[in-house]
Protein backbone atom coordinates (compact mmCIF):
# COMPACT_ATOMS: atom_id res chain seq x y z
CA UNK A 1 0.00 0.00 0.00
CA UNK A 2 1.00 3.38 -0.81
CA UNK A 3 -0.44 6.51 1.04
CA UNK A 4 -0.15 9.82 -0.41
CA UNK A 5 -1.19 12.87 2.17
CA UNK A 6 -1.68 16.33 0.90
CA UNK A 7 -3.52 19.48 2.51
CA UNK A 8 -0.88 20.46 5.19
CA UNK A 9 -0.05 24.67 4.93
CA UNK A 10 -0.10 27.32 7.47
CA UNK A 11 -2.92 28.87 9.11
CA UNK A 12 -3.66 31.07 12.07
CA UNK A 13 -5.37 29.45 15.29
CA UNK A 14 -8.73 28.82 15.00
CA UNK A 15 -8.80 28.13 11.41
CA UNK A 16 -9.68 25.06 9.78
CA UNK A 17 -8.00 22.25 7.63
CA UNK A 18 -8.48 18.98 5.69
CA UNK A 19 -5.93 16.87 4.97
CA UNK A 20 -6.58 14.05 2.39
CA UNK A 21 -4.90 10.52 2.10
CA UNK A 22 -4.92 8.56 -0.92
CA UNK A 23 -3.79 5.07 -1.00
CA UNK A 24 -3.37 2.80 -3.93
CA UNK A 25 -1.26 -0.48 -4.22
CA UNK A 26 -3.81 -3.64 -2.19
CA UNK A 27 -7.67 -3.30 -1.32
CA UNK A 28 -7.72 -0.24 1.08
CA UNK A 29 -11.18 -0.96 2.58
CA UNK A 30 -9.35 -4.06 3.96
CA UNK A 31 -7.24 -1.78 6.25
CA UNK A 32 -7.87 0.59 9.35
CA UNK A 33 -7.02 3.94 8.45
CA UNK A 34 -5.31 6.74 10.96
CA UNK A 35 -3.49 9.77 11.01
CA UNK A 36 -0.04 10.18 13.40
CA UNK A 37 1.89 13.42 13.92
CA UNK A 38 5.48 14.56 15.20
CA UNK A 39 6.15 18.05 16.48
CA UNK A 40 9.65 19.19 16.47
CA UNK A 41 11.68 17.52 19.53
CA UNK A 42 8.45 15.56 20.24
CA UNK A 43 7.48 11.81 19.57
CA UNK A 44 5.28 10.70 17.10
CA UNK A 45 1.26 10.74 18.58
CA UNK A 46 -1.43 9.05 17.65
CA UNK A 47 -4.45 11.42 16.75
CA UNK A 48 -7.34 9.27 14.73
CA UNK A 49 -8.16 6.13 13.36
CA UNK A 50 -11.20 4.61 11.39
CA UNK A 51 -12.50 0.79 10.92
CA UNK A 52 -12.41 -0.87 7.48
CA UNK A 53 -16.08 0.28 6.79
CA UNK A 54 -15.69 3.77 8.68
CA UNK A 55 -18.43 2.10 11.37
CA UNK A 56 -15.79 3.11 14.22
CA UNK A 57 -13.67 6.33 15.07
CA UNK A 58 -10.95 6.46 17.77
CA UNK A 59 -8.73 10.02 19.32
CA UNK A 60 -6.36 11.21 21.03
CA UNK A 61 -7.98 13.27 24.13
CA UNK A 62 -6.38 16.35 22.82
CA UNK A 63 -8.23 16.37 19.30
CA UNK A 64 -11.32 15.23 20.54
CA UNK A 65 -14.14 17.46 18.95
CA UNK A 66 -12.13 19.48 17.30
CA UNK A 67 -11.17 16.74 14.63
CA UNK A 68 -12.81 14.35 12.94
CA UNK A 69 -11.52 11.07 10.65
CA UNK A 70 -13.42 9.78 7.79
CA UNK A 71 -12.81 7.91 4.64
CA UNK A 72 -14.92 7.27 1.23
CA UNK A 73 -13.57 3.43 -0.23
CA UNK A 74 -15.02 3.84 -3.53
CA UNK A 75 -12.11 6.92 -3.42
CA UNK A 76 -9.30 5.12 -1.48
CA UNK A 77 -8.84 7.82 0.77
CA UNK A 78 -9.63 9.47 4.03
CA UNK A 79 -9.38 12.37 5.47
CA UNK A 80 -8.66 14.34 8.66
CA UNK A 81 -11.05 17.86 9.22
CA UNK A 82 -9.22 19.53 11.75
CA UNK A 83 -11.17 22.37 13.06
CA UNK A 84 -10.12 25.16 15.69
CA UNK A 85 -6.73 24.64 15.34
CA UNK A 86 -4.01 25.59 18.02
CA UNK A 87 -0.44 26.43 17.98
CA UNK A 88 -0.04 23.17 19.64
CA UNK A 89 -1.29 21.28 16.67
CA UNK A 90 1.51 22.11 14.35
CA UNK A 91 3.34 19.03 13.66
CA UNK A 92 3.75 16.85 10.31
CA UNK A 93 0.82 14.96 10.01
CA UNK A 94 1.32 10.88 8.85
CA UNK A 95 -1.31 8.78 7.11
CA UNK A 96 -0.84 5.42 8.32
CA UNK A 97 -2.22 2.07 7.12
CA UNK A 98 -2.60 -1.40 9.03
CA UNK A 99 -4.93 -4.58 8.40
CA UNK A 100 -5.23 -4.19 12.89
CA UNK A 101 -6.46 -1.33 14.79
CA UNK A 102 -3.83 1.35 14.04
CA UNK A 103 -4.03 3.39 17.09
CA UNK A 104 -2.11 0.95 18.62
CA UNK A 105 0.96 2.08 16.78
CA UNK A 106 2.41 -1.73 16.78
CA UNK A 107 -0.24 -2.46 14.17
CA UNK A 108 0.81 0.06 11.91
CA UNK A 109 2.03 -1.84 8.32
CA UNK A 110 2.84 1.21 6.54
CA UNK A 111 3.43 4.42 6.82
CA UNK A 112 3.14 7.64 4.29
CA UNK A 113 5.19 10.81 4.07
CA UNK A 114 4.46 13.37 6.21
CA UNK A 115 2.39 16.74 5.54
CA UNK A 116 3.21 19.76 7.36
CA UNK A 117 0.71 21.67 9.81
CA UNK A 118 1.56 25.14 10.95
CA UNK A 119 -0.87 26.89 13.33
CA UNK A 120 0.31 30.69 14.53
CA UNK A 121 -1.01 32.67 16.99
Known amino acids: VQLQASGGGSVQTGDSLRLSCAASGRTFSSYYMGWYRQAPGKEREFIAAITWTGGSTYYADSVKGRFTISRDNAKNTVYLQMNSLKPDDSAVYYC???????????????WGKGTQVTVSS
Open 96 to 110: VAGTRPVYNSGNIEY
